[in-house]
């Protein structure tokens, strides 16, 4: 077979146009119930196609005035589909690479932010989950927690006339490569993060209360232990707090990565109750930009937002107590993410693996507990 295949970017270019195209996947359904890509269909016949058995994939129906895309693992299951499908007179591709490959897909929505002057783009991993903010202002920009190619921001700010002069992460993180440092030294910019000890490379450290100037904006950091002890937000003009993996717009940050033991995970869950109590004491109004989503991301330039009074009330069944929080944040943790100690040795070290970073990064978000 011949050009029976599309790539990541050709595949991500034609969402982002809405154009017409199907997107089936042939994984596993509970697969694909928590890890897909926006808007696509499944198809559980993945075993099925490995056994010789093309009746599913024969029998499902399909438009036949759009492409379809069909989707696996890591794209060569998928082509077995195509195949079948090309049998019938379908123009049908498998997406090289698979879901591994689709990890790495983003997509940007801008965010309105009444009270400040500022732009802000959220710039979204679509299979990931990941959510990461440039911000510009001035003529300058800053970047909170980069997790796509740093080229993307680099170009983004090109785009708006920025320069990328501030670089933060919220935390040391265990889902997500984080690109700051590769951002740092391809921009220039200053590379921030919480105090701590535990990374292993130069950085300008924040502590609660420190301010960053970005144009004529201002970013205010708030100490917020719980999800990592070193955890903090970025408070943009007094109007949009930018979390991290503190809290989400329907969860807040599980307190067991990387945790010692149990007796370190729970006092990280009473760390992260009071650090909600400090969130909850500013304006109803203000907006929760957190650095994570449990959701495909559609190619729809919605951010994912939420105003605090909102994102507060979401996981007000948590507990009101701070013992009822605690025993409830403990009891309702979900799987452990299968390379996050692999992600967190390099994002401790400063370093970048020499392989392709879907190999570890692959795989549903699970920083949230709701």
């Known amino acids: 077979m011949k050009n029976v295949t599309i790539t990541v970017s050709d595949l991500r270019d034609m969402l982002d146009r809405g154009d017409p195209v199907t997107v089936i996947d042939i994984r596993f359904a509970e697969q694909h ?164 000890q535990r990374v292993k490379f130069p950085f300008t450290a924040l502590r609660d209360g420190d301010e960053i100037a970005v144009g004529g904006s201002r970013l205010r950091v708030l100490s917020t232990p719980g999800h990592t002890f070193e955890s903090a937000c970025y408070l943009l003009d007094g109007a949009a707090l930018f979390t991290g993996d503190t809290l989400f717009v329907n969860a807040v940050g599980r307190p067991d990565l990387k945790a010692g033991d149990r007796t370190e995970a729970t006092k990280r869950a009473h760390a992260l109750w009071g650090s909600l109590q400090k969130i909850a004491a500013l304006p109803s109004e203000t907006l929760v930009l957190s650095c994570h989503t449990s959701e495909p991301i559609p190619f729809d330039r919605r951010a994912v937002v939420a105003p605090l009074a909102e994102a507060l009330k979401a996981v007000a069944a948590l507990g009101g107590t701070e013992k009822q929080f605690v025993k409830a944040i403990l009891g309702r943790i979900p799987a452990t993410p299968p390379n996050h100690l692999y992600i967190v040795g390099f994002n401790e070290n400063g370093e970048f693996p020499p392989f392709d970073p879907a190999m570890l990064e692959a795989g549903a978000n699970r920083c949230a507990v709701a």
């Open 33 to 196: 119930a928590e890890w897909t890509i926006p808007g696509s269909r499944n198809v559980d016949v993945y075993e099925a196609l490995q056994m010789g058995d093309t009746r599913g994939i024969d029998s499902v129906t399909l438009p036949a005035d759009r492409p379809v895309v069909a989707v696996c693992n890591v794209g060569r299951t998928s082509l077995l589909a195509v195949d079948r499908l090309r049998r019938r007179g379908l123009d049908a591709r498998s997406l090289e690479g698979g879901m591994q490959a689709w990890s790495l897909a983003w997509n940007v929505a801008p965010v309105a932010v009444p009270g400040s002057s500022a732009t802000v783009l959220q710039v979204r991993r679509t299979g990931k989950g990941c959510l990461s903010y440039l911000i510009g202002a001035g003529g300058e920009a800053a970047v909170i927690d980069p997790s796509v190619d740093p080229d993307v921001y680099a170009e983004l700010a090109k785009q708006h006339g920025w320069r990328i002069t501030v670089i933060l992460d919220t935390h040391v993180h265990a889902d997500h490569l984080s690109r700051a440092r590769v951002l740092a030294e391809l921009t220039g910019a200053t590379q921030y993060l919480p105090d701590q």
